[in-house]
């Protein structure tokens, strides 16, 4: 069946844009994750979504960034007003249970 | 807090040579530790997951780890490496409330021919 699935793949913009990343979680799944991974380092956790509410969302940096899961499947990550220090690759993951976790292939996000 | 350490930023060994990548934990109360695979370009891939039970487990493309509660250490262990297993490797544990995933800053596997 189809995977996890991010749009873009990759998005540059220019330092002071708005920005959408779309994650496209597995049918069924009700859980789903953002993470942030900066090169060298393991992915760092941003926000969950059970359903549609966002049960926790302890690992967003700052008020820059929000994430929403309006009807309890597709999930876009907005951040506004970018800064360089924002480019990293953004992951998202799904799940049904909470022992395990299904990634997307992840958006590369670069800030000039 | 929940925590996870990978000593090794690389490791390298031979085809046909057993593999071990290593990593520590920190956790209060149960651990629920896992192994994730990530390929250039690439998601995370699950590998295995230990919850309770058997201190050894078996996952995906011939891999193992062992759970070592005194040492609180979930290595990860293939006793004869192939050269496509050459990727990064990230050790995970689960917080208590099942809300996220600390995940270690990783370790890339070198499979030399």
């Known amino acids: 069946g189809a995977g996890v699935s991010q749009t873009p793949s990759n998005k540059v913009t220019e330092k002071g844009k708005y920005v959408e990343l779309r994650c496209d979680p597995i049918?069924?799944?009700?859980?789903l994750y953002w993470y942030r991974q900066s090169l060298g380092q393991g992915p760092e956790f941003l926000i969950y979504?059970?359903?549609?509410?966002?049960?926790?969302d302890s690992g967003l940096p700052n008020d820059r960034f929000f994430a929403v899961r309006p009807e309890g499947s597709v999930s876009t990550l907005k951040i506004q007003r970018t800064e360089r220090g924002d480019s990293a690759v953004y992951l998202c993951?799904?799940?049904?249970?909470?022992?395990?976790?299904?990634f997307g292939p992840g958006t590369r996000l670069t800030v000039t | 807090a929940q925590s996870v350490a990978q000593p090794e930023d690389q490791v390298k060994v031979a085809e046909g040579n057993p593999l071990t990548v290593k990593c520590t934990y920190s956790v209060s109360g149960n651990p629920y530790l896992f192994w994730y695979v990530q390929y250039p370009n690439r998601g995370l891939q699950f590998l295995l997951k230990y919850i309770t039970g058997d201190n050894l487990v078996k996952g995906s493309y011939g891999f193992e780890a062992e759970f070592n509660k005194s040492q609180t250490s979930f290595h990860l262990k293939k006793p004869s490496a192939l050269v496509s297993d050459s990727a990064l490797y990230f050790c995970a544990v689960r917080s208590n409330n099942f809300n996220k995933f600390y995940f270690g800053s990783g370790t890339k596997l070198n499979v030399k021919p």
């Open positions: 993951a799904s799940s049904l249970t909470p022992y395990e976790q299904y």
């Open positions: 979504f059970q359903g549609t509410g966002a049960a926790d």
């Open positions: 049918s069924g799944h009700t859980a």
